[in-house]
């Protein structure tokens, strides 16, 4: 089954909870749906009034070994003591799998989402990442996906070039400057920046605040890429906004791991990978029917024409000076 044709429809509650069963959970409340666009993820509380979420992951996205290879990096990561949510272990495994999907638990965090202008948080959140980093940077994956030109760049612009869904008045300049902007990508593009395991999706959504105290969840991007990856998404507002951000970021995250500065000049082509990224996303996702529901903007001249606006942006800014460490670093 390709992702072309997938559908969710047979992931019905009774195979959710049928799937649960397997592994000895029963629910006493009702499968309440969290906000999640890919794989499908649930909140309820079991008969030991334990809070827990299962997550299902979309049949053919990832392979065994991937989830396999991701789970093991998280519980390495909580072995010494990552703020992070594992997934949790029964048995001695940790995914599981039923009617053709597999699927994880989690114990709930009782948490709230980090606020995107919560500059408070930014050395903690750093030195959580740069403990992180330091682990990821003794291992290695050697099926999760790597952070590259080819993967990241490339191959889903080749992907674009057969969607349907773009407006024919615009794919010339839209191919034109996105022709533009890989051969700038390619050109900043270091490749010879060491890679380590990262968590991959490092923004304010996928970090919890417990406590005052920051938890990383979602592992379900980590990949092999440049440590930079994970910090700069973190970054929003003007340039001396985000220089303050990063000085915050770095003085927590170089209590634990040491930081390269020549990795700051992958923070644009990082951005502009990850716009091309999203955009192919969703255009490959089109035919899930979550994914017209909640982005029905993606088949309007106006968001292509601003996307089109914001890719002409991104070759300005790849020429740009990039963000630097302060004097003290």
């Known amino acids: 089954m390709s992702d072309d044709n997938f559908s969710y429809l047979s992931l019905t509650p009774e195979v959710q909870l049928d799937a649960l069963a397997t592994i000895g959970i029963y629910p006493e409340t009702g499968l309440t749906a969290l906000n999640s666009y890919e794989n499908r993820v649930f909140l309820f509380t079991d008969e030991n009034k334990i809070r827990y979420v299962v997550k299902f992951y979309r049949p053919n996205r990832w392979n065994k070994s991937q989830l396999q290879e991701e789970h093991a990096f998280c519980l390495a990561l909580h072995q010494e003591s990552c703020p992070i949510a594992p997934p949790v272990v029964i048995n001695g495994e940790t ?55 080819q993967t990241m760049l490339i191959s889903p612009i080749k992907e674009l070039h057969q969607s349907k869904l773009i407006p024919t008045f615009i794919r010339e300049p839209f191919f034109a400057s996105l022709s533009t902007l890989e051969n700038k990508i ?27 105290e920051p938890f990383f969840v979602d592992f379900d991007d980590c990949k092999m890429g440049p440590a930079v990856q994970d910090l700069w998404m973190l970054l929003n507002g003007d340039k001396a906004e985000k220089q303050l951000q990063l000085s915050m970021l770095l003085e927590g995250y170089q209590e634990e791991h040491d930081f390269n500065n020549k990795e700051l ?47 002409n942006q991104q070759i300005t800014a790849m020429d740009d000076n990039p963000l630097t460490l302060q004097p003290n670093y």
């Open 95 to 149: 995914l599981f799998f039923f009617e053709g999907y597999y699927f994880a638990l989690f114990n709930s965090l009782s948490a709230r989402t980090m606020e995107p202008d919560n500059i408070d948080l930014l050395y903690d959140v750093g030195q959580a990442l740069g403990k992180i980093h330091h682990i990821g940077a003794q291992q290695s994956f050697h099926h999760r996906e790597h952070l590259d030109v």
């Open 265 to 311: 000049a992958l923070i644009e082509p990082l951005r502009s990978m990850r716009m091309i990224n999203y955009v192919n996303w969703i255009n490959k996702r089109w035919t899930d029917p979550a994914f017209p529901m909640n982005f029905p903007w993606f088949t309007s001249d106006q968001y292509w024409k601003e996307l089109l606006q914001s890719l």
């Open 186 to 212: 390619i050109e900043h593009y270091d490749g010879n920046i060491p890679m380590i395991c990262l968590h991959g999706d490092c923004h304010t959504s996928n970090i919890l605040i417990n406590k005052d």
